[in-house]
């Protein structure tokens, strides 16, 4: 049994764990993020990591990482929540520990955790959706992470879903996330809190008095008990998140979306809502299959086990020259890297291509194609139980 190390490395805290080839945690930690330095938070990633080694044997080593990775999943381009702009975070964290490690966006470890261990486990095209302070996504097709040519696919929180809605952190309006996740929802509940608070009686009551102290949890607490206005919350963040799975299925049509973040904690009080708001919007309703909406199942772990094991896999696919044989995995990649001579993808060189991209990102493009992007989950059958709406 091989052991993998995987970290979480969010906004707030750092989190690593020992994983072993079946998705459990045989140990875990976690440590508090300093957000505003990236030395300190690869100091911390480093420090958490090599505290774990002390006390076990490990093949390889994953970090699943709140922003934007590079197509070659060595630099952090971009994070909202941490202080990373163009960090070479692969690079950074090998020197403090002397030791190869594997860089990943968080939901995209999340939603590989989900598909090979948890919630949509015998899946292989999976849609993860986090709600938490916005929205985070991970796309699985064919069994395979999708990334996008840049590595930022999955972003649908950022989609408009109302023309000139609210505002969103990003600087555009009306964005998905602003009406579908644990900020809005919240948002929801004050609101009603303030414009009616005889209705938001026992809302009120769990938040400690004033509109401000509902959160999320309270939220969920009242909605459990049966509490209309906690209730109509739900619905309503339920209708968008239902709403925009249909378009989301209209795009990639997949088999299951898993629903993760604090939000999903409550259950059919949100998913009931989303999916009947997903059957009403859905184009083709009715002669279709409905793809699963499932609530996912590993929690707060799935960045820490979904990091470590495509730490693994990726270390099983690594050609050395100890082991020359090719695997089923990098026969995946070698139809992956020959693909693209398809009209649609032009050639390479020149052209839009050539704008956005920082050296970092594209400085062994080959490297990239032959060590990202091939990790897939094993074709294991689809479950066909699938109910039609007719
Ligand atoms: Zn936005």
Redesign the pocket.
Known sequence: MTLAIGVDIGGTKVAAGVVDEDGRILAKLRRSTPAASPRRTEQAIADAVTELLGQHQVTAIGLGAAGFVDSARATMLFAPNLAWRDEPLKQRVEERLGREVVVENDANASAWAEARFGAARGYRDVMLVALGT?IGAGILIGGELYRGRWGIAGEP??VRVVPDGRL?????RG?W??YCSGNALVAEAREFARRTPEGAIRLLQLGGGGPEGISGPVITQAATEGDPAALRCFQTIGGWLGQGLADLAAILDPACFVIGGGVSEAGDLLLDPARAAFERALTGRGYRPLAEIKVAQLGEDAGIVGAADLARVSRQMTPSPSAPTQTAFSQTASSQTTAPSSPSSGSPGPGPDGSFIRSTSMANPVTNAATAQKAAIPDTPQPAAVATTR
């Open positions: 916005g929180g950022h969103c952190g990003c600087g555009n964005c996330e602003q």
